[in-house]
C-alpha cells in the first residue's frame, strides 16, 4: 500500500485521508487534482467531507523555505469570530481524529493529534499544531513518529520543514489549498499526507510525489536523483533537471548563500515544543512560538537560480 500510494502521488493523484489519518488508495478519476479542483479529504462511512473552501486545490507539492514564518514580536490581537469558528470544529475534529486533545490559552490552542498514515502500521505520526485566533499569526505545527518501542516521540524532519524551527511545510500556497478560516480536519489531512511522504521517503528510500526547493544548496544536499525536481520543472527528475547545473556551481558560495537564507542552515523544533510533546505537561505559550505574517526582507530576494526565479512572495506561508 505504501508503495502504491507513492506511485498515485509521482502521477498527480492524491489519496484519501481516513478518519483517523489513515491514508487509501484514491479513484484514478481524480488524477491531476490542480485541474479537477479535488483535494485530500476525510471520508466516513463513504461519505467525503467538503472541501477546503471554494477553489480550493489539492497540494501539487511539498515547499522547503528559508522564512515560512516571521521572527518579529507576535500580536495578541484577537478575532472573535475566528474564534467561534475554530472553536466549533473542535467536534469535528475530534471525529476525524480520536483521541485528539486541546490545550486553551487566551490566544489560540494547542491541538495534539495523531495519524496512522496506513492500516496495519505501528509506527504513527504525531502532530502537534498551535492555532491563533488572530488572521495575522502563522498557524505552525511540528511532525513526530510515535511507535513502540520508542520511550519518546521523534522528530521526523528535517525535510521540507520551515527554517530554523523545524515546523512541518506541507503545502504551495501559491495553490491555495489551505487558508486561513478554512477547516482544521483539512489542514491536519495535509500534515497526514505529508508525514506519509516521510515514511515513503524512510521505508522506500525516495520523495514521492512533487515537491519544491528553491536553494540550489538544498537541492544538492537533500534531493535524490530520482526524486522530482524542486524547481518549476517539477515534471522532471533531478537528475535530468537541476543537478548538473546545481554541481557545476561554486559550491562554497552555494554553501555561503544556502547558510546566509536560512539563517545558519539548522532546523530543529524548540525545546519547549519537544518536552511539552514528551511529557505533555505545561504547553508552551503561543504568542512565543506562532510569528506574525510579515513582508519578509528585501534581502532574501532569490532571482539567481537559473533553474527557477523563485521569490520571497511565493514562499511557504501556511496561508
Not at 134 to 162: D, E
Not at 237 to 264: H, I, K, W
Not at 289 to 311: A, G, I, Q, S
Request: hydrophobic share 35%; aromatic share 10%; proline share 9%.
Amino acid at each position: 500500500m505504501l508503495k502504491e500510494i507513492g506511485r498515485q502521488l509521482d502521477s498527480d493523484i492524491y489519496p484519501k485521508v481516513m478518519n483517523g489519518g489513515i491514508l487509501a488508495l484514491s479513484e484514478p478519476a481524480k488524477q491531476n487534482p490542480l485541474l479537477s479542483k479535488k483535494e485530500v479529504n476525510h471520508e466516513r462511512s463513504g461519505q467525503s467531507r467538503p472541501e477546503a473552501g471554494a477553489g480550493a486545490r489539492a497540494s501539487r507539492r511539498e515547499r522547503q523555505t528559508a522564512g515560512c514564518g516571521a521572527s518579529n514580536p507576535p500580536s495578541q490581537v484577537i478575532e472573535p469570530n475566528l474564534q467561534v469558528k475554530y472553536e466549533g470544529e473542535l467536534d469535528a475534529v475530534r471525529d476525524a481524529y480520536p483521541g485528539a486533545r486541546i490545550w486553551r490559552q487566551p490566544d489560540g490552542f494547542w491541538l495534539l493529534t495523531e495519524s496512522s498514515l496506513l492500516h496495519g502500521q505501528q509506527q504513527k505520526a504525531l502532530f502537534l499544531t498551535g492555532i491563533p485566533f488572530s488572521p495575522k499569526r502563522v498557524i505552525q505545527s511540528w511532525g513526530f513518529w510515535v511507535a513502540p518501542p520508542l520511550r519518546y516521540p521523534v522528530w521526523i524532519g528535517p525535510r521540507h520543514t520551515n527554517f530554523p524551527h523545524g515546523s512541518i511545510c506541507a503545502f504551495d500556497t501559491g495553490d491555495n489549498v489551505w487558508r486561513i478560516g478554512d477547516p482544521i480536519v483539512h489542514l491536519l489531512a495535509l500534515y497526514t499526507l505529508w508525514a506519509f511522504r516521510h515514511l515513503h521517503l524512510k521505508e522506500v528510500g525516495r520523495w514521492p510525489g512533487k515537491q519544491v526547493a528553491h536553494i540550489p544548496y538544498e537541492r544538492i544536499m537533500e534531493f535524490k536523483e530520482g526524486e522530482f525536481c524542486g524547481c518549476d520543472q517539477s515534471d522532471k527528475y533531478y537528475r535530468d533537471c537541476c543537478r548538473g547545473e546545481d554541481l557545476r556551481r561554486n559550491l562554497m558560495v552555494a554553501y555561503g548563500s544556502y547558510l546566509l537564507q536560512t539563517g545558519g542552515g539548522v532546523r530543529r523544533p524548540p525545546d519547549s515544543v519537544m518536552n511539552f510533546v514528551r511529557f505533555q505537561e505545561e504547553p508552551p505559550r503561543l504568542g512565543e512560538l506562532l510569528p506574525e505574517v510579515t513582508p519578509p526582507p528585501k534581502k532574501f530576494l532569490f532571482r539567481k537560480d537559473p533553474c527557477k526565479r523563485y521569490d520571497w512572495q511565493n514562499g511557504c506561508h501556511p496561508f
